[in-house]
């Protein structure tokens, strides 16, 4: 009996030990796929250098509807205040921000002082920059403190400069001109810019981002140095800023985390053997992919005229319509197109660009998809819909040149002709070509970015470090 006390107490000692010497990192993530997928890449990246234990945290309501695959970083949640359908049961965006913001600040106090009761104290919190005011728990209870932005940098400093005052709005001129950025017309900006009054809310909660930035120890950006290179250099004059990104599984670049081939957790289950199975029988490059991620939904007349530069296109093409928006479908497509077409619910993105059938991706440009489409170096035809997407745009097309945006009409609209024009000229034309070249460079250099020693790989180490020195 006192041979198995002695053990428990050398175990427990061995795990204060350890514990002493290895950081805890607390990772909040805002509450959509598209932003628990970068913070939750970024936590395995962060616990295999080996110094840092991380745990991921989201909401009651969105991790009860996620399809969870293995993973290595553990889960704890918090609650928005609608832990039955989040968002969607909110009576407003204005009420669910304010109250994700009350009620999240109590729970995410009550998961601190829990972790520090079990043995487990938290040193450092990464939130998500939609949430600030996880920053102030952080500073009230003496922690580290990161701001994580799951926007490109330049889209950073456009709202940066609306939150300071000195991009006045509504725009004025037809060039804006802002430091660490190329000249830019009023539609290259965020839609909440230019076209002023859209979404109130969601623009007071993105401009909030920069409330509070200025107390954080670390601004960590997901992009990477070589994409952004100006506008890196201009933030990190005023704020720490480093870039960690892409925050795409480690198998499809670096492949130094072992196994690492997928995010672990989905909102939509993929119908992933239907889409490799059919990619498997078509010829490379031959394939026009197109989806527009997790939120985005088209317009019916838009849907309507996509479905048809599919058609005029002539190429074969996997599109992922949600079923929230199929019934926006022409009339029998899916059976009329099955010879040339698969439509499907969700995909499994990653293994889709990565396929050597695809040579194509017709996207919303959400920044995720993006910074995917040129880990892959698959060419785009960019149809942004609204927030940052625009300007994402605007640098596929003129400044990355790894793709075409899509013209729209005096509606907004992008016609069949325009569409299938695109589509053509990338999978067929000497454009596409001049696209497939600069896309096997980016290609490269997003390997080179996270893989050992890179710009993206050298802010994590130093990130590691000055927190674990943080700990004596």
Not at 182 to 206: T, V
Not at 381 to 399: E, R
Request: proline share 5%; charged share 25%.
């Amino acid at each position: 009996m006192c041979e198995i006390e002695i053990s428990k107490l050398d175990v427990s000692a061995k795990m204060e030990k350890e514990s002493a010497s290895r950081a805890h990192c607390l990772v909040l993530a805002y509450p959509a796929q598209g932003h628990i997928n970068p913070l939750l890449e970024f936590s395995k990246r962060l616990e295999h250098k080996g110094s840092v234990r991380v745990t991921l945290v989201t909401t009651l309501s969105i991790s009860k509807n996620m399809h969870k695959e293995a993973s290595p970083i553990a889960l704890e949640t918090i609650s928005d205040g609608y832990d039955e359908g989040g968002i969607a049961q909110a009576e407003n965006i204005q009420s669910y921000f304010e109250r994700f913001r009350r009620v999240g600040s109590q729970t995410l106090t009550q998961l601190l002082e829990k972790l520090s009761s079990s043995g487990c104290p938290v040193n450092c919190i990464v939130y998500d920059a939609f949430l600030p005011w996880a920053l102030d728990i952080a500073k009230t209870y003496g922690l580290f403190g990161a701001a994580f932005f799951t926007q490109a940098c330049a889209v950073d400093i456009i709202y940066h400069h609306v939150h300071k005052g000195v991009l006045k709005l509504p725009l004025s001129e037809p060039e804006v001109l802002l430091p660490g950025l190329p000249p830019l017309e009023p539609q290259d900006m965020p839609s909440f810019i230019y076209n002023l009054g859209s979404y109130p809310a969601f623009f007071d909660m993105i401009l909030e981002q920069f409330s509070n930035v200025h107390k954080a120890d670390w601004v960590l950006c997901n992009t990477f140095y070589e994409l952004e290179q100006e506008a890196v250099d201009w933030m990190s004059k005023i704020m720490p800023l480093r870039t960690v990104g892409p925050t795409i599984p480690s198998m499809f670049l670096d492949k130094r985390l072992e196994g690492d081939e997928d995010y672990g957790f989905r909102i939509f289950k993929a119908n992933t053997d239907t889409c490799l199975k059919w990619l498997n029988d078509r010829p490379k490059g031959s394939v026009v992919y197109v989806s527009f991620g997790s939120l985005a939904a088209l317009e019916a007349e838009q849907m309507q005229e996509l479905a048809w530069s599919l058609r005029m296109s002539n190429s074969y093409f996997l599109w992922v319509v949600r079923a929230s928006e199929e019934a926006k479908l022409p009339k029998n497509f899916v059976e009329e197109t099955s010879g040339k077409g698969l439509v499907v619910g969700w995909c499994p993105q990653l293994e889709v660009l990565a396929h050597e059938a695809v040579g194509c991706f017709v996207t919303h440009c959400g920044w995720n998809s993006t910074l995917e489409a040129l880990s892959f170096g698959v060419p785009m035809v960019a149809m942004p819909q609204w927030t940052d997407q625009s300007t994402n745009a605007k640098h596929i097309m003129d400044f990355w040149k790894m793709g075409l945006r899509a013209p729209v009409d005096e509606k907004g609209l992008v016609r069949r002709e325009a569409a299938a024009h695109c589509i053509r000229e990338i999978i067929e034309g000497e454009r596409g070509e001049e696209m497939k070249k600069n896309a096997f460079k980016w290609r490269k250099l997003t390997k080179e970015a996270v893989d050992k020693g890179g710009s993206s790989d050298k802010n994590m180490e130093e990130f590691v470090a000055k927190l674990v020195a943080g700990l004596s």
